[in-house]
């Protein structure tokens, strides 16, 4: 069975990089039928999504955060991972990575935990 | 942008629930609802609109196209009583506000 397991500081210091991996396990990254995302939800509130890659490395990002975002994959670790610069205090929330199936519309299955990260003098 | 609605529905178990989503511009059937429990990683219950996600109970059903979706719990069970989301992925990857279920 598929597991998703996020990784990575909890706390990051303002204007610095925030940095966290996302390691598969019970199956390959290496699909075509899959793409890997990153979504986040801020204390008490709604879901936002931040960027997917396939396995090809072919990439998207939510255009809010667009210019601070970059999303990597690494097949041969199978992980993939997440780097938003320039973080503020507004980007502490929960970080979440998940899976988009082709055989679901692409939407998301597997979630994994999730990861507070605070920003924080 | 998808609007939800009501923000907080309350309910006894065995009621029905009906919430909705609207999306600001069609999205044909690429909507999916997820559950989300408290401390949880959401949940997927129904992607393209009407279908169920594997191991989704069948009080649980979707439903609508283009702006307007339907989700609809038949009776609600304790363990129902949560958070649901919609989420579209014609234009990007966007998600609704959420309805919080809760216990009346």
């Known amino acids: 069975q598929v597991q998703l397991q996020e990784s990575g500081p909890g706390l990051v210091k303002p204007s610095q990089t925030l940095s966290l991996t996302c390691t598969v396990s019970?199956?390959?990254?290496?699909?075509?039928?899959?793409?890997w995302s990153w979504i986040r939800q801020h204390p008490g509130k709604g879901l936002e999504w931040i960027a997917y890659i396939f396995d090809s490395g072919a990439n998207y990002y939510n255009p809010s955060l667009n210019s601070r975002v970059a999303i990597s994959i690494d097949t041969s670790e199978n992980q993939f991972s997440l780097q938003l610069s320039s973080v503020t205090a507004a980007d502490t929330a929960v970080y979440y990575c998940?899976?988009?199936?082709?055989?679901?519309?692409?939407?998301?299955?597997?979630w994994g935990q999730g990861t507070l990260v605070t920003v924080s003098p | 942008v998808l609007t939800q609605s009501p923000a907080t529905l309350s309910l006894s178990p065995g009621e029905r629930a009906t919430l909705s989503c609207r999306a600001s511009?069609?999205?044909?059937?690429?909507l999916a609802w997820y559950q989300q429990k408290r401390g949880q990683a959401p949940r997927l219950l129904i992607y393209?609109?009407?279908r169920r996600a594997t191991g989704i109970p069948a009080r649980f059903s979707g439903s609508g196209s283009g702006t307007d979706f339907t989700l609809t719990i038949s009776s609600l069970e304790p363990e129902d009583f949560a958070v649901y989301y919609c989420q579209q992925s014609t234009n990007w990857v966007t998600f609704g506000g959420g309805t919080k279920v809760e216990i009346k």
């Open positions: 511009q069609s999205v044909s059937s690429s």
């Open positions: 393209d609109a009407s």
């Open positions: 998940a899976r988009g199936n082709r055989f679901l519309a692409w939407f998301l299955d597997i």
């Open positions: 019970g199956g390959s990254i290496s699909s075509g039928d899959y793409y």
